[in-house]
C-alpha cells in the first residue's frame, strides 16, 4: 500500500503560523481527493480540510479563513499552511485520501498551540 507520511507539526504559539506537510511513496495525492484530519485528546478525528484532484477546496467552519490546503503532484506532497492558531486547534493532524476506508492511517503530526 502506499505511504502517507505526516510533517511539520510543532510547539508554537497562539496567533503563530506552521506548515504541514504530507509526502506520498506514490501517486495517490495526484489521483485522489485528500484530506487533513485533526484529532485532539480526548476528542473523535474531524476533517478540517479536503483538496479535489482538480484542486476544488473545503474547509470545517472552525478553520476557515485560517487553513489553505494545497497539493504539489510533481512531489507526490499535500500541505496544510495553517495560520492565526489558536488553542483549540492542539492536535495530532492526519493526511489520508477520502473515500478508502480501508487505507491505514498514518502516524500524524503533532500541533500544539500554546496561549
Known amino acids: 500500500q502506499v505511504q502517507l507520511v505526516e510533517s511539520g507539526g510543532g510547539v508554537v504559539q497562539a496567533g503563530g503560523s506552521l506548515r504541514l506537510s504530507c509526502a506520498a511513496s506514490g501517486s495517490i495525492i495526484r489521483n485522489n481527493v485528500m484530506g487533513w484530519y485533526r484529532q485532539a485528546p480526548g476528542k473523535q478525528r474531524e476533517l478540517v480540510a479536503t483538496i479535489t484532484s482538480g484542486g476544488g477546496t473545503n474547509y470545517a467552519d472552525s478553520v476557515k479563513g485560517r487553513f489553505t490546503i494545497s497539493r504539489d503532484n510533481p512531489k507526490n506532497t499535500m500541505y496544510l499552511q495553517m495560520s492565526s492558531l489558536k488553542p483549540e486547534d492542539t492536535a495530532v493532524y492526519y493526511c489520508?485520501?477520502?473515500?478508502?476506508?480501508?487505507?491505514?492511517w498514518g502516524r500524524g503530526t503533532q500541533v500544539t498551540v500554546s496561549s
Open positions: 489520508r485520501p477520502i473515500g478508502i476506508s480501508s487505507f491505514n
